[in-house]
């Protein structure tokens, strides 16, 4: 591994803290403290540690898995209730890769391969079918997972691991799914336009949208179609797709007309009010969104497949006021984001050279004070 910094050039609107030199293209990061996971081509898990104290500070490789021979798609980290300090005790890491979901013991920085996972999961029916991301809710008791042939599912990580696929999947490439705040359950979303609401300890779907029915809010001609990259549910339930055509689809989890009522029906209660139709579609940079994160106080960052970084805040109006951009140097193509509560920016993807890179920012130009995180 090699670490580079940004020392020449006009000064960028997101600082850079460096450039991780991976040896296969990144396809997927994840982060969980002052731990960054990311996956690649190779079928490898590059463990980086980033200091908390110092946020300036620039990663070292921690630990190293051989998860696969295929590539690595998806990861996420188990949540680690009652843990103590940053080292304290093994964390559980989840990959997929191909049609298999493995779950890896990370325990203290080591220079030994984990060439082993822990526990190995086969969710899918058809042996064709490949994995595409994978969620685990808060509490770490489920795990979903969406497939390119458009499948959602779920798999209890209770001790005998029960799985259900969802009756209503996607009739495209399913590439989104997030556990939602609780009673409203999972949702998904995909190149066929669609976001699906769905019941996942029944397999029902509960509520669902498709971005042909919002007006986009301006007049531009996109050859690219609405298809569905990423998404976002923020912690008070508030949506955030980024589409292929370069549009940002933002709507609220709580309708103002609704705060008023004091009785609604059962099925309303597990209707998620942001499929409602009341979101606005907005353009935010030109060519895909392919990571979407909101950052809290109604702001908004985004990063477009050709590595244009983006943040916006966003008011009632709802009225977008771009407050930085920059296209970030050193990455040809970007494959994922991911944000830190520390104010980190992670983007993995590949050199004009064919390598892997992880290029890590801090959202904010002037570094705030950085708080622990668990």
């Known amino acids: 591994m ?4 940004t020392t020449t050039g006009p000064e960028p609107a997101f600082p850079t803290i460096c450039a991780l030199a991976v040896d296969s293209p990144v396809t997927c990061l994840d982060f969980q403290g002052e731990l960054l996971a990311a996956g690649s081509e190779d079928g490898q898990i590059r463990i980086y540690t980033l200091g908390l104290a110092d946020a300036s500070a620039a990663p070292g490789l921690r630990n190293l898995i051989a998860c696969a021979k ?3 798609a998806s990861l996420a980290w188990a949540p680690r209730p009652g843990a103590g300090g940053p080292e304290g005790g093994k964390r559980e890491l989840w990959a997929a890769a191909g049609a298999l979901i493995c779950r890896y013991e990370v325990g203290g920085p080591s220079a030994v391969v984990v060439m082993q996972a822990a526990e190995t999961v086969r969710p899918l029916r058809d042996e064709e079918d490949v994995i595409s991301r994978i969620a685990i809710d808060g509490k770490g008791a489920n795990l979903a997972y969406a ?8 798999v209890s990580l209770a001790p005998e691991r029960p799985k259900r696929a969802m009756r209503i999947g996607h009739s495209s490439v399913c590439d989104c799914v997030a556990f939602l705040p609780p009673n409203h359950g999972l949702v998904s979303a995909g190149y066929d ?10 397999g029902t779907l509960t509520n669902q949208l498709s971005l042909e029915q919002v007006t986009p809010t301006h007049a531009a001609v996109s050859l690219s179609p609405p298809f569905i990259q990423s998404m976002h549910v923020a912690p008070n339930g508030d949506l955030a797709c980024g589409l292929a055509n370069g549009e940002i689809y933002l709507a609220s989890a709580a309708r103002p007309e609704e705060k008023s009522k004091r009785k609604e029906k059962k099925e309303k209660k597990r209707r998620w009010a942001a499929l409602a139709g009341h979101g606005v579609r907005q353009r935010a940079a030109e060519g895909p969104i392919v990571g979407v994160h ?8 985004a990063c477009t497949l050709l590595g244009r970084l983006v943040h916006f805040r966003v008011s009632e109006s709802p009225r977008w006021e771009l407050l930085r951009s920059e296209t970030v140097q050193g990455v040809d193509k970007v494959n994922a ?3 830190s509560r520390a104010g980190r920016v992670a983007l993995g993807g ?8 992880v290029v890590i920012k801090h959202l904010h130009p002037a570094e705030a004070p950085v708080e622990a995180e668990q």
């Open 2 to 5: 090699t670490t580079t910094t």
């Open 70 to 72: 295929e590539e690595v």
């Open 147 to 154: 497939t390119e042939d458009g499948v959602v599912g779920v």
């Open 193 to 202: 336009y669609r976001i699906i609401q769905h019941e996942f300890s029944r």
């Open 294 to 301: 909101h950052t809290g106080d109604g702001e908004l960052v």
């Open 337 to 339: 984001m991911a944000c």
């Open 350 to 357: 590949v050199t004009a050279g064919g390598k892997g890179v």
